[in-house]
């Protein structure tokens, strides 16, 4: 069965980082594109970074272009976002969601349709 787990959020002082994980299980990992997402209370979930499945191509919203990096490690089945310089605005659940790596750029690599599988997030909340 396929499984996305995301991890690293946490509480974090405004100029701070983290660095949330996406494992996943179940499935070729090294087929799949990956992307994160994040969804702030009342608002619609945003796109805001995905990684090809080989790793070797990267889209990341315009709203935190030089903050956040993504990557990935297949042999870990694991894509990491690092997220640099937080601001409150950054306050929101994280997901990871995978889509056959194919299809991903086609469909629109930061729009949540296009993905297929989601992983439960997890909560970063930019706060002093």
């Known amino acids: 069965q396929l499984q996305l787990v995301e991890s690293g959020g946490g509480l974090v002082q405004p100029g701070g980082s983290l660095r949330l994980s996406c494992v996943a299980s179940?499935?070729?990992?090294?087929?799949?594109?990956i992307g994160w997402f994040r969804q702030a209370p009342g608002k619609e979930r945003e796109g805001v970074s995905c990684?090809?499945?080989?790793?070797?191509?990267?889209n990341y919203a315009d709203s935190v272009k030089g903050r956040f990096t993504i990557s990935r490690d297949n042999a870990k089945n694991t894509v990491y976002l690092q997220i640099n310089s937080l601001k409150p605005e950054d306050t929101a659940i994280y997901y990871c969601?995978?889509?056959?790596?194919?299809?991903?750029?086609?469909?629109?690599?930061?729009?949540?349709?296009?993905?297929?599988?989601w992983g439960q997030g997890t909560q970063v909340t930019v706060s002093s």
């Open positions: 969601a995978a889509v056959a790596g194919h299809l991903v750029w086609s469909r629109g690599a930061l729009r949540p349709s296009t993905y297929d599988y």
């Open positions: 179940g499935f070729t990992f090294d087929y799949y594109a």
């Open positions: 990684i090809s499945s080989s790793g070797g191509r990267t």
